[in-house]
């Protein structure tokens, strides 16, 4: 990756600016209570670069293991971790939090944000299909196939999520969260969570969109019922989390022209104006703009909500790094689309090279802006 020398005033402004985007407010200690109200501000907000924590061969990073990286990378801000539904809770009731206990005591330890995801869609449990002891229905099953080559455990074989608006399953998900925001909710270092609830294989809020998959949508008239579901999750979430930001991961739920997701945008805004954040995870320097999709929706609530964004793909040279395309075209791009917090993908969160690279060419990049932009 290219570097700059930069001429001594230059490069103190740099560093006044890089300080600022990197200072995270998140850690502000302001007393925190249990009863708040659901559209209650939040005076800790995501900023920086944020490390997208990953695994180690297959397994969750331990608190250890994250303490470590965190020792040798001081230009990380934030965190960005969780755990899919089924590793939480096994067995309806039976909470298991002690691997996710370990990422946030590292956070803690280190005084680092945090942001939380709670990821159902692939990673519900088996037992929520399942008709509880009382006799009633579990939830109702959509039925495809995995249809992204990248992740080879589910390609092309058969996986199942709950339809979204099912009540067993909206039952069963609210649950969960208000458990999870009964743990972690009160730790003033816990700034966001991801809003989640209709997805498919990640936290971004898509559902299978293959040709096959929209004509089982269609003749389940999906449009207006996945539109008050995505308002439902976003108030489950809104009460568990009281005082963290709302982060909606954007993307195309099922249709590019069904309106859903702007919908869902509008409603979070509106209703949580101080808290509601959109995100872009197709962060890229392969082009003037930042995804189809969400970058649009995104410059029209600059000013209304906070923004963030994560990369599509790791940053680093040659065919590694081919992705996620030119850097510092990724860099223009998170700058002109005013972003407050980039979450970079796990190797280069672990990178100090990289991740001082990203925060000198950001402080560049934001000196340079038009006076118009700033």
Not at 93 to 113: N, Q
Request: hydrophobic content about 40%; proline content about 6%; glycine content about 10%.
């Amino acid at each position: 990756m290219k570097t700059y020398r930069l001429a001594p005033l230059v490069a103190l402004l740099c560093l006044l600016a890089a300080t600022a985007f990197l200072t995270p407010r998140a850690v502000a200690s302001d007393a925190r209570t249990a009863a708040i109200a659901v559209n209650a501000p939040t005076s800790r907000t995501m900023t920086g670069l944020v490390w997208m924590v990953g695994k180690n061969r297959g397994e969750y990073l331990t608190g250890p293991e994250i303490g470590k990286v965190l020792e040798g990378n001081p230009h990380i801000s934030g965190l960005f971790f969780g755990r899919v539904w089924s590793d939480l809770e096994p067995a309806r009731g039976a909470y298991d939090w002690k691997s996710l206990d370990g990422a946030v005591e590292a956070a803690r330890h280190k005084g680092r944000a945090y942001k939380l995801l709670f990821k159902p869609g692939t990673g519900t449990p088996d037992w929520v299909y399942a008709k509880s002891a009382d006799g009633s229905p579990g939830a109702s099953v959509f039925e495809t196939v995995g249809p992204n080559p990248h992740r080879k455990e589910t390609y092309q074989k058969p996986i199942r999520i709950p339809i979204p608006w099912d009540p067993a399953y909206l039952r069963e998900f609210e649950r969960f969260i208000r458990a999870a925001g009964e743990r972690y909710a009160s730790d003033p270092l816990c700034v966001a969570v991801a809003v989640t609830g209709a997805n498919f294989q990640s936290a971004e809020a898509h559902l299978p969109k293959a040709p096959k998959d929209v004509e089982k949508w269609n003749a389940l008239e999906y449009r207006d019922k996945l539109s008050k579901a995505y308002e439902r999750y976003i108030d489950i979430f809104a009460g568990a989390f009281p005082r963290q930001q709302l982060c909606l991961h954007l993307s195309i739920a099922i249709d590019a022209k069904d309106g859903v997701l702007e919908e869902a945008v509008a409603y979070g805004v509106q209703r949580h104006p101080d808290r509601f954040t959109l995100q872009n995870c197709q962060l890229s320097g392969r082009g003037a703009g930042t995804g189809l999709f969400s970058y649009p929706v995104i410059q029209k609530y600059v000013g209304k909500a906070h923004v963030g964004y994560q990369s599509l793909a790791a940053l680093g040279e040659g065919q590694a790094g081919a992705r996620m395309g030119n850097p510092q075209k990724a860099v223009e791009n998170f700058v002109r689309g005013r972003g407050e917090y980039w979450e970079v993908w796990d190797v280069s969160g672990r990178d100090p090279v990289i991740c001082k690279w990203l925060l000198d060419e950001i402080a560049q990049a934001r000196i340079a802006l038009p006076k118009n932009m700033k």
